[in-house]
């Protein structure tokens, strides 16, 4: 199945997808192109907020921009694969039938399937600004489907087979 479509499918029954992709087998390659492709969307949903803080506040957009690349796509990774081992410990306790491919799963898909919800706060910061109340509406979604995505996939990768 294309990604999109299960990014869409995401939304109505996050474990049935993951428990397809889980199915497919370990592929490492496959798990760092999710974590990749959600950092670089959710880089793509920051250009618009930095475009409005350098007219607005007179700012470099592209030292920013560089930053911002830097922060999301080079050091964010890393700070995941260390999320997914604090979380594959957790659940391990709890569930030890969960691996650590597992876990990743859960944790980069989680975050490449929470990504539209990040264009769109992304818009909204760009054009409202992030302290609106809209904006931090949409922002706490985001969090929220984040969080579900997550911990939906770690039940269903830690079930006993």
């Not at 490492?28 to 959710?42: K, P, Q, T, Y």
């Not at 985001?142 to 969080?147: F, N």
Request: charged share 15%; glycine share 10%.
């Amino acid at each position: 199945m294309p990604v999109s479509r299960d990014i869409v499918h995401m939304y109505r029954r996050p474990r049935q997808v993951v428990r397809t992709l889980y199915a497919m087998g370990p592929r490492e390659d496959r798990a760092i192109m999710w974590l990749m492709s959600g950092c670089f969307l959710v880089f793509l949903s920051y250009l618009p907020a930095l475009q409005r803080d350098a007219v607005q506040l007179g700012g470099d957009f592209q030292q920013d921009v560089i930053y911002a690349f830097f922060g999301l796509l080079m050091v964010l990774p890393l700070l995941f694969y260390i999320l997914a081992g604090i979380l594959f410990a957790v659940t391990k306790v709890l569930r030890p039938a969960v691996t650590g491919y597992g876990a990743r799963l859960a944790v980069f898909w989680g975050w490449l399937a929470a990504a539209p919800v990040a264009l769109l706060y992304g818009l909204l910061a760009g054009f409202n600004g992030s302290e609106q109340p809209g904006t931090m509406l949409v922002g706490a979604i985001w969090l929220i489907v984040l969080l579900w995505f997550w911990i939906s996939g770690l039940a269903e990768v830690s079930k006993a087979r």
